[in-house]
């Protein structure tokens, strides 16, 4: 019997394994396109490793309601955008190591942490003028900005020591995390033509997948005292623990009821299957 949690976070479940091979191969050739710049060497390092679970979304989603346009260079996109906000998190919470290695400003220097986010967004931004509609445009700009104003209200609530409520922290990692899911998924039907009640279902999945995915990384590190840690911050901390795991459940189970709406097909079913076996700590993929 296959472990899913492990053979995901490998690449090794059927149809997942292709999928994240031509989203390697895309970003590939992204980078190629700047070898040149000096750049070129230090966002490839900050690229390497992770699960490319926003990517993979993407281009299920895409498969799922249609064959119709090339999703990859989109989720080389996606892929992109996260990693940017990696690179942001990490210098702005001063941690010092990412995925086992040195982090990106420490690595390099603060100067050229701040350039290379920067950076990024250029390359995202000529990936979006890949595609003919403007709606791939807008909804990685939306998910950009609303990334940003995650990030500010975690910074104002927890990094200045106020204590905030539930509804305070679902808020906050609805913008600073599920934003990137939805997105993710939404592109995908866009580029695949989906009807508006697929991109609708389809919406829905990633955001709802994408606040059970945060909720999970938020308890692992709670759990493990990391220093840099949201929770520790919650109003009624002393038992916030089993209302966040029921929280991230009932998201599961509205994610996948919401793929209810495709047809049926591999691509839903692997949908389906990340959303119930996806950890995020696996790989420290954050």
Not at 123 to 128: E, T, Y
Not at 217 to 224: E, V
Not at 265 to 283: K, V, Y
């Amino acid at each position: 019997m296959i472990d899913k949690k492990s053979a995901f976070s490998n690449g090794s479940i059927p149809g997942v394994k292709e999928h994240k091979r031509c989203i390697e191969k895309a970003i590939s050739e992204e980078l190629e396109k700047f070898k040149e710049s000096p750049f070129h060497v230090p966002i490839s390092k900050a690229l390497k490793g992770g699960k490319r679970i926003r990517p993979i979304i993407l281009s299920l989603s895409h498969e799922s309601v249609g064959e119709e346009g090339n999703p990859y260079p989109a989720a080389a996109a996606v892929e992109f955008a996260h990693t940017e906000s990696l690179i942001h998190d990490d210098l702005i919470d001063e941690d010092r190591t990412r995925r086992d290695e040195e982090s990106f400003h420490i690595r390099y220097d603060k100067e050229t942490t701040i350039l290379s986010a920067d950076f990024i967004l250029s390359v995202i931004l000529k990936i979006a003028s890949y595609y003919s509609d403007p709606r791939i445009l807008r909804s990685l700009s939306r998910a950009a900005s609303t990334m940003c104003e995650g990030e500010l209200m975690e910074i104002r609530k927890y990094r200045r020591g106020s204590n905030f409520d539930l509804n305070e922290y679902l808020d906050t990692i609805t913008k600073k995390t599920a934003i990137l899911f939805e997105v993710s998924a939404k592109i995908g039907g866009l580029i695949g033509n989906a009807q508006k009640d697929e991109l609708k279902a389809l919406s829905k999945y990633g955001k709802q997948f994408g606040k059970s995915y945060q909720i999970k990384d938020d308890l692992y590190d709670f759990q493990k005292k990391t220093e840099n840690n949201i929770l520790k911050n919650l109003k009624n901390s002393s038992d916030f623990r089993d209302v966040l795991k029921e929280e991230s459940e009932k998201y599961i189970a509205k994610a996948k009821k919401n793929l209810k709406e495709l047809n049926p097909s591999n691509a839903r079913q692997l949908l389906i299957d990340i959303a119930d076996s996806t950890e995020p700590h696996i790989d420290n993929d954050q």
